[in-house]
């Protein structure tokens, strides 16, 4: 049967060819969706996570803006102790994230002072990588980094000192000068104009507030074990007034994007299945119509309506594997071509205003999506050629065989 199906499927060579090149095409096109998606995905948490909030935190219970912690924790040690014995935490390190007031003698800015431990947050964070003019923390004690958008509004240069003011621990406005020691360039707008690094311990200083951190930061050796960390640390913290948080609660935006993401995805699979399937009812369609003399003789000989139900369904199949090995063909070339030099993409030139994000995405394939969607090509294919074996396999072979 396989054989008579397949000599079938190309009796009308230019017919089937459309059909395989648009199943083909609209594979693809849907493997292609699937890979650039799951990239801007991948990347934008990669890059959230790398550039400031990490893979978990520990925050004081009372804070009410997880991405502005500013409640200090009251005693650091039992958390710094947890982290540390959790072999899936790669490293970690506390911080502190205030909000402050950068003056020069030229200009005055409010801007979020984040106090880090140099070393620990290199293991952390991307940041030591945007450094574009200088150095990064950690060889002079009380040296500052800061955007080159910030820099020129505060008409700043290296080598430079700008006055620090923050909220010190008994409510008095605590004040120290800092030198300018390097300058980075993420590239996201809001980032580089509203961020300010200086070291763990001379903030700590300044606000009198020795061994204190108000969060604590920690990047695991797998993201994806992230809410698995996150319960049992809290497991292990219960008690305390701590709060144990993951990316995912930090950066919940991000999950609304994916998630709108997925719809367009999802609205543009149906819309490619929704072609394929009236391309292959049409295509069985018309091949019925000319082939009723055919399927009558077949019936006249022998042949059971079964048979031809089954006939038609397998060159349904046929045809469907070609077009979805075409199309998988078609798509992986497409995404390994992307992969290795890029595509550049407006969509992220827009999310860089928020955080770090590259306007040249690299593309990732998804291997468990694109056999999905192989798979379901291919029913599609079967199921739209049923409607047409149904109507043959009714045929009456007398009536079939007085059809023109």
Same mark, same amino acid.
């Given at each position: ?31 292609? $969706?699937?890979?650039?998606? !799951? ?7 990669? &890059?959230?996570? $790398? ?19 500013? !409640? ?12 540390? &014995?959790?072999?899936?935490?790669? =490293?970690?390190?506390?911080?502190? %994230?205030?909000? $402050? ?26 940041? %030591? ?8 923390? +950690? ?6 980094? @800061? $955007?080159?958008?910030? =820099?020129? !509004? @505060?008409?700043?240069?290296? +080598? ?22 390097? #300058? ?34 920690? &990047? ?10 996150? &319960? ?19 950066? %919940? ?9 997925? =719809? ?55 045809? +469907? ?12 070339? #497409?995404?390994? %071509? ?39 090509? #291919?029913?599609?294919?079967? @199921? ?13 072979? =007398? ?6």
């Amino acid at each position: 049967m396989i054989r008579l199906a397949w000599r079938n499927v190309w009796r009308n060579r230019r017919r089937s060819l459309i059909n395989v090149a648009s199943m083909g095409f609209g594979l693809a096109a849907i493997m292609f $969706g699937q890979s650039l998606l !799951r990239s801007l995905q991948v990347q934008l948490i990669e &890059k959230s996570t $790398g550039s400031i909030t990490g893979h978990l935190q520990v925050q004081d219970d009372r804070v009410d803006v997880v991405k502005m912690p500013d !409640r200090f924790i009251i005693d650091p040690r039992p958390v710094a102790a947890a982290l540390e &014995k959790d072999p899936r935490v790669l =490293a970690h390190a506390g911080r502190i %994230h205030l909000t $402050g007031l950068v003056s020069t003698p030229a200009s005055s800015v409010g801007a979020l002072v984040c106090g880090v431990d140099p070393e620990k947050e290199r293991l952390i964070t991307e940041m %030591h990588t945007y450094m574009t003019q200088g150095e990064y923390l +950690g060889k002079t004690p009380k040296g500052l980094i @800061l $955007g080159e958008s910030l =820099a020129k !509004r @505060l008409d700043l240069r290296l +080598g430079e000192k700008a006055v620090i003011m923050a909220q010190a621990a008994d409510g008095s406005m605590g004040a120290e000068a800092f030198r300018l020691v390097g #300058l980075f360039k993420t590239g996201s707008e809001s980032f580089d104009n509203q961020i300010v690094y200086v070291a763990l311990a001379a903030f700590q200083e300044l606000l009198a507030r020795p061994g204190q951190v108000n969060n604590y930061v920690a &990047k695991l050796k797998d993201i994806e074990t992230a809410d698995e960390v996150q &319960k049992d640390l809290s497991e292990t913290l219960k008690g305390l007034p701590a709060r144990v948080l993951s990316w995912k609660q930090i950066d %919940h935006e991000i999950l609304g994007v994916k998630a709108f993401q997925d =719809a367009i995805l999802f609205i543009v699979l149906c819309v490619v299945f929704a072609i394929v399937a009236l391309g292959i009812l049409n295509t069985q369609l018309m091949s019925l119509f000319e082939r009723v003399r055919e399927f009558g003789v077949l019936m006249a000989i022998g042949a059971r309506p079964r048979w031809v139900m089954r006939l038609l369904v397998t060159e349904s199949a046929l045809l +469907g594997a070609v077009g979805t090995l075409f199309g998988l063909c078609v798509g992986g070339l #497409l995404i390994a %071509h992307f992969g290795r030099t890029g595509l550049h993409l407006p969509v992220g030139e827009a999310l860089s205003y928020f955080l770090p994000f590259p306007s040249i995405i690299y593309m990732r394939p998804n291997w468990f999506a694109h056999a999905y969607a192989c798979l379901a090509v #291919l029913a599609t294919t079967i @199921l739209a050629a049923l409607p047409p074996a149904l109507r043959a396999g009714r045929l009456k072979p =007398a009536e079939a065989l007085r059809h023109v």
